[in-house]
């Protein structure tokens, strides 16, 4: 594990998208295209127009998602729908490919078999995963103490007994999956939490990714 900390919240963002392009640069040259995980929530906003915009080989990139709440794309609580806007300011970044988690013809239990199958037959590998934490400590949609309904190869899960809507999750064996894993921590909240977490006083979800040899953290002081 190594930490990279920011003075600010514009060099926390530059850090951020300046070490993805890199990896996702490298797996291209290295492997032929790369696959992009992403989150959702406030803090992807303010750096995912700034990736967008950098001159990748999109069309060699396949982004889908860390979660994602059981809501159409035109919903506000959508997370795809969050970072499809970003990416409609930015013509090259259209080039990419996306594995949407949400399909309005399926229950949310049934798209948990689909995902699996298409992200170990299109994405597995993960190359670069950009994902944030809670101040409950929770990742993805892994939530302490939550009920969550595994899928048959345990790389997807749905939380069922989430607020408002059922969301669909990376399970914790796809965490293992990720080469190049990058956590995002802002707030003093969540510091305390990933002080407990590294410690070991305390068990969250996100205990799990900290196990991760390669896991970047980029936080801002």
């Given at each position: 594990m190594k930490i990279?900390?920011?003075?600010?919240e514009n060099e926390l963002y530059l850090e951020v998208v300046d070490r993805a392009v890199d990896l996702l640069k490298q797996e291209i040259e290295n492997c032929g295209r790369a696959s992009l995980i992403l989150s959702g929530g406030n803090t992807p906003q303010k750096y995912l127009p700034e990736l967008f915009s950098r001159p990748l080989d999109w069309e060699k990139i396949i982004i889908t998602l860390s979660d994602e709440r059981w809501v159409p794309l035109d919903h506000d609580d959508s997370n795809e729908g969050m970072i499809r806007?970003?990416?409609?300011?930015?013509p090259e970044a259209?080039?990419?490919?996306?594995i949407s988690f949400y399909n309005e013809d399926e229950t949310a239990l049934a798209?948990?078999?689909?995902l699996e199958s298409n992200l170990i037959a299109e994405v597995m590998p993960f190359s670069v995963a950009l994902l944030g934490m809670g101040t409950d400590g929770h990742i993805c949609s892994l939530f302490p103490n939550a009920i969550n309904v595994e899928g048959p190869n345990g790389i997807c899960s749905l939380n069922i007994d989430a607020p408002?809507?059922?969301?669909?999750?990376?399970?914790?064996?796809?965490?293992?999956?990720?080469?190049f894993p990058i956590l995002i921590l802002t707030g003093t909240e969540k510091r305390k939490v990933f002080d407990?977490?590294?410690?070991g006083v305390m068990a969250y979800p996100v205990s799990e990714l900290l196990k991760h040899e390669n896991?970047?953290?980029?936080q801002i002081v």
């Open positions: 990279v900390t920011a003075k600010t806007k970003c990416i409609e300011r930015v259209h080039k990419a490919k996306f798209s948990v078999n689909r408002l809507h059922p969301r669909i999750s990376l399970f914790y064996k796809a965490l293992t999956k990720i080469k407990l977490a590294t410690s896991l970047l953290i980029i």
